[in-house]
């Protein structure tokens, strides 16, 4: 509820004007107009007569004083020695505008004064339009779902070396695997420091127990299906991990002349979403019943045994997908659920994977490109194919974090001005 104020106060002389905190109040300057909500301990500035008001809660004002006692401007964080015992008694006693400095002056019950300017509270309004941007703008970019026969709309190429030195393409190609979960990169050379460089140019990679990066060939007697010639059928990278590998690149170095090795990717997010429209008691069995993902082997000397236990379908609080598991050869026979629990999941799981090959498209990289995609969210695999000695396939496989890739979107934005403020 937002109250209207007993009394208002002219300052067209740019002083700073103030009043008690005993009722709304409220301030003109030349622009600005400061007023409280008492009931909800809210304070509220208007920037225009007819302009949608800004509004910040009163504790949060004191808890974020911007004084140097409070907060500490060379590391950018707040201090300990400020108001560490969050006590939740201390009360707003007044509330000024000053319009020279254009900024909020506060004086609290416990007798600290803080000052507030105004640029720094329009970046941090609570209202939901300014919380709906913030969240769009420096968090993370609303994510697209998309259906198989959107592929060709959705997908976007990026060359090898403009990523390597053009930032804007580098802020476009990260930007594209946020919102889509995919991105094809074309043009880079067939050697060995494509992946590495496209990492260091986000950050670093990622490193697993199968090394820095990976090698994908027909091996035979392979510790690892997928370094067979044979199908992959629609899978997560590493479900096995709490902390997933969460985006995938592949580079083609060789490609098969046989009609396989084609690619297939479906936006797993939109499965889930059809699969709840459709079928809701198997979204919830998905979503509920714990799986154990393993990996065992051994690596250049390193022996593994890994296991994480989670659902296909993990969902917030608020129900919204944070990732997706998947991977038949990597599911493990160890089922750590109630047996009656066991064929019901079965029986979901089998409309997810159909829906997810419906919904999947298809296409072959050549020599060149890098496939890279959003391994949270996206599900991948491959058709089989025939390797002879004239005829092989090779792919190299990286990975890279969403934190680390979410970081470098934030100061590139940043950098190119691409805040919308
Ligand atoms: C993998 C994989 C894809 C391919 O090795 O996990 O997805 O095209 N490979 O071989
Ligand atoms: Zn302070
Ligand atoms: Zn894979």
């Given amino acids: 509820m937002l109250t209207s104020n007993s009394s208002s106060y002219s300052n067209s002389n740019g002083n700073c004007s103030s009043a008690s905190s005993s009722s709304n109040s409220s301030f003109s300057s030349s622009c600005v107009q400061v007023s409280r909500d008492v009931q909800q301990q809210l304070v509220l500035l208007r920037l225009l007569p007819d302009s949608p008001g800004l509004q910040f809660p009163e504790i ?87 259906s198989g026969t959107e592929f060709q709309r959705i997908q976007r190429e990026f060359l090898y070396d403009e990523l390597l030195h053009n930032d804007e393409a580098l802020l476009q190609w990260l930007h594209q695997l946020a919102v889509y979960g995919l991105a094809l990169v074309k043009q880079a050379p067939l050697d060995s420091n494509v992946l590495r460089n496209l990492c260091n140019r986000v950050g670093f990679m990622r490193s697993t ?82 799986v154990d993902w393993a990996d065992i082997g051994s690596e250049k000397n390193l022996r593994f045994h890994n296991i994480w236990r989670a659902p296909v379908i993990n969902l917030d609080a608020n129900g919204r997908y944070v990732r997706i598991n998947l991977s038949i050869p990597q599911r493990d026979s160890h089922f750590s659920v109630p047996a009656e629990q066991v064929r019901p999941w079965y029986e979901a799981m089998a409309l997810f994977m159909r829906l997810a090959n419906e919904q999947a498209c298809t296409f072959k990289t050549t020599p060149g490109d890098v496939l890279t995609f959003d391994n949270v969210r996206m599900v991948h695999g491959r058709t089989g194919y025939d390797d002879t000695e004239q005829n092989i396939r090779h792919i190299v496989g990286a990975f890279l974090d969403w934190d680390i890739a979410y970081s470098r979107w934030r100061v590139l934005k940043n950098d190119l001005g691409h805040y919308n403020k």
């Fill in 60 to 146: 949060w004002l004191r808890d974020n004083c911007q004084c140097s006692t409070c907060y500490m401007q060379q590391t950018r964080s707040r201090l300990p020695q400020g108001w560490n015992y969050l006590d939740p008694s201390v009360r707003l006693q007044q509330l000024s505008w000053c319009a020279e400095r254009q900024s909020l002056q506060i004086s609290w019950s416990d007798g600290h004064k803080s000052s507030f300017p105004l640029s720094w509270l329009k970046e941090r309004d609570f209202s939901p339009a300014s919380r709906a941007r913030y969240l769009r703008d420096c968090y993370r970019p609303e994510q697209r779902l998309w």
């Fill in 209 to 290: 127990t199968y090394g820095d990066e990976w090698s994908v060939k027909a091996q035979p007697g392979a510790s690892n299906y997928a370094y067979l010639a044979a199908p992959l059928p629609l899978h997560t990278d590493m479900p096995y991990f709490e902390y997933k590998p969460s985006i995938t690149l592949l580079h083609t170095l060789q490609q098969s002349d046989s009609p396989g090795g084609w690619n297939l990717l479906s936006d797993a997010f939109h499965v889930a979403d059809l699969l709840r429209q459709r079928y809701p008691g198997a979204f919830k069995v998905l979503s509920e019943t714990p």
